[in-house]
């Protein structure tokens, strides 16, 4: 699976900004799938009928997973709220169709 692209072919503020929104909801979408590998982990060892001290360990690592993420939409929650601005106002200018 390739990276995908952000592309404008002319800058400017609203472009950048609608780029930089892309961009948050590309993140939101890794998340989705990381959120949701560690599910997968949770019921695959919950299947397996691990010992109680491996769920534990399991569930550990999926907390500490969890965690860390809600650290990263903290992040994102800050960027969008930065961007989110730049985006109203480029509601009211007209469309630019190189963007």
Same mark, same amino acid.
């Given at each position: 699976m390739s $990276?995908?692209?952000?592309?404008?072919?002319?800058?400017?503020? +609203? +472009?950048?900004?609608?780029?930089? &929104? #892309?961009?948050?909801?590309?993140?939101? %979408?890794?998340?989705?799938?990381?959120?949701?590998?560690?599910?997968?982990?949770? #019921?695959?060892?919950?299947? @397996?009928?691990?010992? #109680?001290?491996?769920?534990i360990?399991?569930?550990?690592?999926?907390?500490? $997973?969890?965690?860390?993420? %809600?650290n @990263?939409?903290?992040?994102?929650?800050?960027? &969008?709220?930065?961007?989110?601005?730049i985006?109203?106002?480029?509601?009211?200018?007209?469309?630019k169709?190189?963007?």
């Open positions: $990276m995908p692209k952000i592309e404008c072919s002319h800058i400017d503020k +609203c +472009c950048a900004a609608s780029s930089l &929104l #892309q961009s948050i909801a590309l993140e939101e %979408t890794a998340i989705s799938h990381i959120l949701n590998a560690e599910g997968e982990k949770l #019921q695959k060892a919950i299947s @397996l009928s691990c010992k #109680q001290e491996e769920l360990e399991i569930n550990k690592s999926v907390a500490d $997973m969890v965690d860390k993420i %809600t @990263l939409e903290v992040v994102l929650k800050s960027k &969008l709220d930065l961007i989110k601005p985006l109203d106002d480029c509601d009211k200018e007209p469309p169709p190189e963007c």
